[in-house]
């Protein structure tokens, strides 16, 4: 059974800095593509940041440069994203996922399985 496992969320003063931890069972993590997205309420889910398969390059939301980071650790088949400098805007709850695909993909129809979230809120 393929099981994403999201940790790490929480209620933080903007400012802080959250790290977030997804891990896989069921599946290897190094062979997909991964992708951390986040919903706030009444908005669409978007995509945060992601990390290609096989070269690790990263993308990331223009809003999220230089304060977001996501990283894998293939050995313990887990994929984190560490968020500094958090602002109540990136309040919401925060997903990770894996696509199939080679490169990282920043629409969520693109990814083939789905953690069940955790929600990070921001205070002013």
């Known amino acids: 059974q393929v099981q994403l496992v999201e940790s790490g969320g929480g209620l933080v003063q903007a400012g802080g800095s959250l790290r977030l931890s997804c891990a896989a069972s069921?599946?290897?993590?190094?062979?997909?593509?991964m992708g951390w997205f986040r919903q706030a309420p009444g908005k669409e889910r978007e995509f945060v940041a992601g990390?290609?398969?096989?070269?690790?390059?990263?993308y990331y939301l223009d809003s999220v440069k230089g304060r977001f980071t996501i990283s894998r650790d293939n050995a313990k088949n887990t994929v984190y994203l560490q968020m500094n400098s958090l602002r109540p805007e990136d309040t919401g709850v925060y997903y990770c996922?894996?696509?199939?695909?080679?490169?990282?993909?920043?629409?969520?129809?693109?990814?083939?399985?789905w953690g069940q979230g955790t929600q990070v809120t921001v205070s002013t």
């Open positions: 996922a894996a696509s199939l695909a080679i490169a990282v993909r920043t629409t969520a129809h693109a990814y083939d399985y």
């Open positions: 069921g599946l290897t993590l190094s062979r997909f593509a």
């Open positions: 990390i290609n398969r096989y070269d690790s390059s990263t």
